[in-house]
């Protein structure tokens, strides 16, 4: 791929200056989403660390740690940049996916998806983010940026009153979630609730990530066994006194435990990945040793917004082997074009998982380096 020396230069500057360890974590999260909707429970230490009890949760801590409060004395230009980075992409691939699930829906069979509006293309990615089910799992972006915004605001406003203490914004967004997850608990958090109910709860996983870095990160100095020796301790309580440890973030629903034990059980399962990750960060001393995980840390969006389209592409091949051949006469056709959690398993077995996730993370980044290698060569030519 082409690349201009001043455009290598940056990249060399990037790569000096880049987190490694949450580059890692980004990674461990991403693979964690993608197994999740796989049903593939290979990052789950045995089922200890349920992907349903933090990793979306997860995913605020990182963006949490990445805050600055720079950001709060040019906040139009904070909008703006997270508009760009976050909206203006999101929004241009709901179209595409829009036109995907329209022409699946007409020329192929399939029943899934809603039509194209200004309320498909525009609001119902705030309310729900399954408008178009093909890109389904990107609902994440929206909400990151209204969580994003409602802390620039918040911390803005605390900032006038000499408030904007992390103890206090961290307890504070820790008491609306406990609150949430009680409502929701009695099943107060229903249709357009949902979409309040799922930030508020998420946004105190955000200030979980800048509470670390401004408050604990100078003295997480604890030996890993002692760690591990807690934390894991910890998780094993949880699992013998709960009756089960998922939910859904996305629908703030499912939350079995009373109000407390989510945000314990995204705190156990942070801290045990960012501490992982914090092992393996010395021996990624250069991209070679370890650049596919860093490349996919730093390309997550490609993968939130298109796995579930390359789970897709697989069970096309599949259905395509199954309608033509003789092979895989289990294949379930009413499922497959009506049920994106269709997962069709080659002999019923757990290890065809493994093909699942391996495309739903390959196709999506080379996707995004096919599109990386286009705009090197825009630059090139606009530079002639």
């Known amino acids: 791929m082409y690349m201009s020396r001043e455009m290598k230069t940056n990249r060399n500057i990037i790569d000096a200056d880049y987190n490694r360890t949450f580059g890692l974590l980004s990674a461990l999260a991403i693979l964690m989403i993608v197994a999740g ?97 093909y890109n389904f799992a990107a609902w994440f972006v929206p909400a990151l940026f209204l969580i994003e915004m409602m802390n620039l605001c918040m911390r803005m406003i605390l900032g006038k009153l000499r408030l904007d203490r992390e103890w206090l914004i961290l307890s504070g967004s820790l008491a609306v979630g406990v609150a949430v997850v009680q409502l929701s608990i009695g099943g107060h958090v229903w ?25 604990l990160e100078a003295h997480d100095r604890i030996g890993n066994l002692p760690y591990f020796a807690v934390v894991i301790g910890i998780q094993v309580l949880l699992h013998l006194c709960c009756n089960g440890l998922a939910y859904s973030s996305v629908w703030c629903t499912g939350f079995a435990n009373g109000p407390v034990i989510p945000y314990v059980t995204v705190m156990s399962g942070v801290a045990f990945w960012l501490r992982t990750a914090k092992i393996l ?78 495309a739903g993370v390959a196709l999506p980044l080379l996707l995004q380096r096919g599109i990386a290698s286009l705009c090197a060569v825009r630059h090139r030519l606009m530079r002639v």
Request: hydrophobic letters at 45%; aromatic letters at 20%.
């Open 37 to 133: 909707h796989a049903g593939y429970d290979i990052l789950t230490v045995g089922g200890l660390f349920p992907y349903y009890s933090f990793h979306v949760p997860l995913f605020l801590f990182i963006s949490g740690y990445f805050y600055r409060k720079e950001e709060e004395e040019k906040p139009l230009l904070y909008v703006k940049k997270k508009a760009k980075r976050l909206l203006l992409p999101y929004f241009i691939w709901n179209l595409v996916y829009g036109v995907v699930s329209l022409a699946l829906r007409t020329f192929g069979g399939f029943s899934m998806g809603d039509g194209i509006s200004l309320k498909s293309l525009f609001l119902d990615p705030f309310l729900h983010g399954y408008q178009f089910i």
């Open 281 to 358: 960060a010395p021996l990624c001393g250069g991209d070679r040793r370890c650049g596919f995980f860093l490349y996919l840390g730093r390309n997550t969006y490609a993968v939130m917004m298109h796995h579930i389209m390359a789970f897709m592409l697989v069970k096309m091949i599949l259905a395509g082997i199954a309608a033509h051949t003789g092979y895989l006469a289990d294949f379930d056709f009413t499922e497959f074009y009506g049920n994106i959690d269709y997962y069709y398993l080659v002999k019923g077995s757990e290890a065809f998982k493994m093909v699942y996730l391996a």
């Open 191 to 215: 249709g357009l609730y949902k979409t309040a109910g799922r930030i508020l709860f998420l946004y105190s996983c955000f200030q979980m990530g800048r509470f670390y870095k401004e408050k």
